[in-house]
């Protein structure tokens, strides 16, 4: 089992940049698929990043993408998102989230994205972007 505890989320104007991480607790962090999503006010819970168990493969939601940069440091336990030219629709609650840790497998890209891979949440860091 794993817990994870998000950070670095704040307010920033618009075309700053912020860093979030999120801490993961338990031995085998490496064996975890790690994604990041997000959910703005009235909206539904969505994907913004994901990255494999060794940090090779990395996939983005298409809104994020050349903006945002997950990656991950197993030695630390920990996976970073790098948020550059942030704009006021990035604004939301920012999750961590870790899928059942089975292992080093290959698995294809259609594997990161719906919210059901994923059976680990941390509570959550808000980004404020303001215009």
């Known amino acids: 089992q794993v817990q994870l505890v998000e950070s670095g989320g704040g307010l920033v104007q618009a075309g700053g940049s912020l860093r979030l991480s999120c801490a993961a607790s338990g031995r085998t962090f490496s064996r975890y698929v790690m994604g990041w999503f997000r959910q703005a006010p009235g909206k539904e819970r969505e994907f913004v990043a994901g990255i494999s168990w060794s940090g090779a493969s990395t996939y983005y939601a298409d809104s994020v993408k050349g903006r945002f940069t997950i990656s991950r440091d197993n030695a630390e336990k920990t996976v970073y998102l790098q948020m550059n030219s942030l704009k006021p629709e990035d604004t939301a609650v920012y999750y961590c989230?870790?899928?059942?840790?089975?292992?080093?497998?290959?698995?294809?890209?259609?594997?990161?994205?719906?919210?059901?891979?994923?059976?680990?949440w941390g509570q959550g860091t808000q980004v404020s972007v303001s215009s």
């Open positions: 989230a870790a899928d059942s840790g089975r292992g080093y497998r290959y698995v294809s890209e259609n594997y990161y994205y719906p919210q059901d891979t994923y059976h680990y």
